[in-house]
């Protein structure tokens, strides 16, 4: 009978502690409705930070679109290390590219392809590295079913906890589904 009980205890706290991650998920809506917005809650003060975005126009007079996006932001490196002389011996900003992403599963995905954005930490001593990655029918079975173990924007890598790994699968996963 005590063996029961504490499972039923246990059964409990578990639906207590259920999270619905689609009503975490910020909607906005255009005055005219055509344009709506679905943004994950993040944190800019806790990096590294992962949060997904959805930018979706169902306007027939301008053929729509759909803009789904993986935001990865990173701090790393000094200031120095995102700049280089031009060639016309001035110093310019690098064009940063190469970014990895490692599942739970081991599987990866990368490239070298995506713009990556800087800013300064609010000392002005560290790099802030922000990627967006696009969201395509190619990859959004792997952002939406798997963990995000760690990634890397630069050379500079960090590991993501488990429960933020958990969090942004399944807020791709409602922003996905969303209309």
Known sequence: MKA??????????????AQDFCKQIKKESSPDGYNLNFISPYSEKVLPAVR??????????ND????????????????DDIFTKGADGTTVEKK???MMVEFDDKTVISTDTVQINHD???????????L????????????????????????????????SANAVMNYIKCIKAAR
């Open 96 to 98: 940063e590219k190469t």
């Open 64 to 79: 729509g679109y759909d803009n789904f996006f993986v935001i990865f932001r990173i701090v790393g490196g000094p200031v």
């Open 120 to 130: 300064l930490t609010d000392d002005k001593a560290d790099v802030i590295r922000t």
């Open 52 to 61: 997904a975005t959805r930018n979706v126009d169902f306007n027939p007079e």
């Open 132 to 163: 967006f990655f696009p969201i395509t029918d190619d990859n959004i079975k792997d952002f939406s079913t798997k963990k995000i173990v760690r990634f890397r924007l630069a050379g500079y890598e960090k590991k993501f906890p488990k429960d």
């Open 4 to 17: 029961m009980y504490l499972f039923f205890i246990f059964a409990f706290m578990q639906i207590v502690n």
